[in-house]
């Protein structure tokens, strides 16, 4: 079979190679009439034939072309069907059909169909030809960054209404007697906000709840979980359930709404006494919290039941004091497994204590935002934060 590939001298030709066009035509005279009006164009462009839609499909499988002039009429494939079959290989490649002088009406339909251009055979000049090959590259392209728009516009309004349901408004009563401050922050990696959520309200008996909690993975599915898991623990938490039953209820929530048997998810609730300095914990796998006085940080260490989602039954209550001027800190793992700043090492419990005593004279929110700036300017020497950070810090006010 001839197969001849042809260069010529260059003109806009991809930088490190020439342009490269597979010609699609099963007339082997009109092929050499193509590769003429290209060689007379003066432009860089190396053609390659295939006289059908099944030796185009091999070489395809074998490079992919800058762009694709196909015959609407062959032996295997003809008019619209010939168009559909080439560009199912690859959806981002520009192609360029080719039809007779009484076919016309096909170049228009297969354009409308998702081709760049038509040319019609024997109405074609050597400039002509050259610009619609390099024009349909450029449209394919202004096509494709189209759809990546609207694309990322979709994203975006997913990523918000998945926001509003994973970071809630504050629900507490007047004068609620406790400063709380809340920060989120996505990963750089994803495009979608993770499995980090956080909620915080206040009962009639002005008990005030806070909780965060983080499911596996990342993504819509690991999102929509833990809204989920979120509007679950408020409703809970509103029914009067608490501690121990309010954990196993969640495990109940989390097992009927997950997409998969292997995703599981953490959770930190966190229950202040309105009439003492008391206030209990409950922890299904989540880490520990800080507690930030004035110019100090500690860890505060709750006995941990198992993660949501692996059959557990026991969660313990802790029951600690939050002493007046101190703050309690809660945060996902997203915060510990941070970047130390040096190389790839990780910050973990001890590196994360150490940082955040550097910023314990600080008020509340200003102590929270300069703890999770410093982890994101650590990272940014190997490409940002890998995961969500969430941080919720409660203070009893002079009212509490």
Not at 269 to 279: G, H, N, R, Y
Request: net charge negative; glycine share 8%; aromatic share 4%.
């Amino acid at each position: 079979m001839y197969n001849p590939v042809v260069s010529m001298s260059v003109d806009r030709a991809p930088a490190g190679r020439p342009f490269s066009v597979l010609l699609v035509e099963d007339d082997r005279a009109d092929a050499v009439l193509v590769e003429e009006l290209i060689a007379d164009a003066g432009a860089d462009i190396e053609v390659v034939w295939a006289p059908s839609i099944q030796e185009a499909e091999r070489k395809l499988a074998v490079a992919r072309p800058d762009c694709v002039l196909l015959d609407l009429n062959l032996p295997d494939a003809d008019g619209i069907k010939a168009l559909d079959q080439v560009a199912k290989n690859d959806v981002t490649m520009p192609i360029v059909v080719l039809t007779g002088l009484n076919d016309e009406h096909f170049g228009v339909s297969a354009v409308a169909a998702g081709a760049q251009d038509y040319l019609v055979k024997g109405r074609v000049e050597p400039d002509t030809l050259h610009r619609a090959l390099l024009y349909a590259v450029e449209r394919k392209r202004a096509e494709l960054t189209a759809v990546e728009l609207h694309a990322s516009e979709l994203r975006a309004t997913e990523n918000a209404r998945l926001e509003r349901g994973l970071l809630p408004s504050p629900l507490l009563l007047d004068d609620p007697g406790v400063d709380i401050v809340a920060e989120y922050r996505p990963s750089r990696q994803f495009a979608l906000l993770g499995g980090d959520f956080y909620d915080f309200i206040q009962t009639p008996d002005r008990t005030v709840h806070v909780m965060v909690g983080d499911v596996a993975g990342h993504g819509p599915n690991e999102a929509a979980l833990g809204v989920a898991l979120r509007i679950g623990w408020r409703a809970l938490t509103f029914a009067g359930l608490r501690g121990n039953e309010r954990m196993h209820q969640l495990e109940r929530i989390l097992n009927t709404e997950r997409p998969g048997t292997s995703i599981f998810a953490t959770v930190l609730s966190v229950t202040i006494s309105p009439d003492d300095l008391s206030f209990n914990a409950v922890s299904a796998g989540h880490p520990s919290m800080l507690l930030h006085g004035p110019d100090s940080v500690e860890w505060l260490e709750p006995k941990v039941g198992p993660a949501l989602g692996l059959n557990g039954h026991e969660w313990p209550l802790n029951i600690f004091e939050l002493p007046p001027g101190h703050g309690l800190v809660l945060l996902t793992d997203g915060l510990i497994e941070g970047r130390s700043g040096q190389g790839t090492e990780r910050l973990m419990e001890a590196g994360l204590l150490e940082l955040a005593r550097t910023y314990a004279h600080l008020p509340g929110r200003e102590f929270v935002n300069a703890l999770i700036g410093d982890v994101e300017r650590r990272a940014q020497s190997v490409g940002g934060i890998t995961d969500d950070i969430a941080v919720v810090r409660v203070e009893r006010t002079a009212h509490g």
